[in-house]
């Protein structure tokens, strides 16, 4: 019997994961450059998180099209979604741009996700939701609303599409816990029948 073809974890989708990681400090030197309110600078920094933004869905298309889905993409493709998204929210609080409550929900829902992603991983891989995705893409307009200079109008734009965000976030994150607790539970009983 032949074996299933094995995918490298080095192709061009993980790839363009990982440079989404590299991305990261360059978008938070163009946002605190220039005292942090330039409007050249905030264009600039917009510029590099709609390019980091853009490997996002790239990665996911290439890797379904191509047949290049690997555990690690599973794993990796939303930990970079996390270091881009939570740089810019931490970036945005220090700039006094976006309330300190925000990020810091955003953020435990983040990072508590990623652990019962590690906390499942014998059991297998929780990949993102559908919730999950758009949670991250209502996330990415949001800031991206922030970090451009907008006018007053603007700003209602952008409060109410992170609002929007820190609901999905919330509400996406109670059901990985749901997913987490019956992907245990099941690789419990397995487990206790073998
Ligand atoms: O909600 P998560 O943790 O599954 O993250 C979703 C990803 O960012 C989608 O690319």
Do not use: C
Request: no cysteine.
């Amino acid at each position: 019997m032949t074996e299933p073809a094995r995918v490298p974890v080095l192709n061009i989708a993980n790839v363009l994961t990982m440079s989404r990681l590299v991305l990261v400090p360059v978008f938070l030197l163009a946002l605190f450059a220039g005292s942090g309110h330039d409007t050249q600078w905030r264009l600039a920094a917009f510029a590099v998180f709609v390019v980091a933004s853009v490997t996002d869905h790239v990665d996911g298309n290439l890797a379904r099209k191509y047949g290049l889905i690997t555990d690690f993409g599973k794993i990796a493709d939303p930990i970079a979604d996390k270091a881009l998204t939570g740089a810019a929210l931490v970036g945005l609080s220090i700039l006094g741009d976006l309330a300190w409550w925000v990020t810091v929900v955003i953020a435990v829902r983040e990072i508590g996700v990623t652990l019962l992603r590690f906390w499942v991983i014998r059991h297998g891989v929780i990949p993102a939701s559908r919730g999950g995705k758009a949670k991250t893409l209502v996330q990415i307009f949001a800031i991206g609303f922030y970090v451009l200079p907008l006018p007053g109008w603007g700003q209602l734009v952008a409060q109410a599409t992170m609002g929007l965000a820190v609901l999905l976030t919330v509400v996406t994150g109670v059901d990985y816990v749901v997913r987490a607790v019956r992907l245990r539970a099941r690789g419990k009983r397995a487990v206790a029948g073998a």
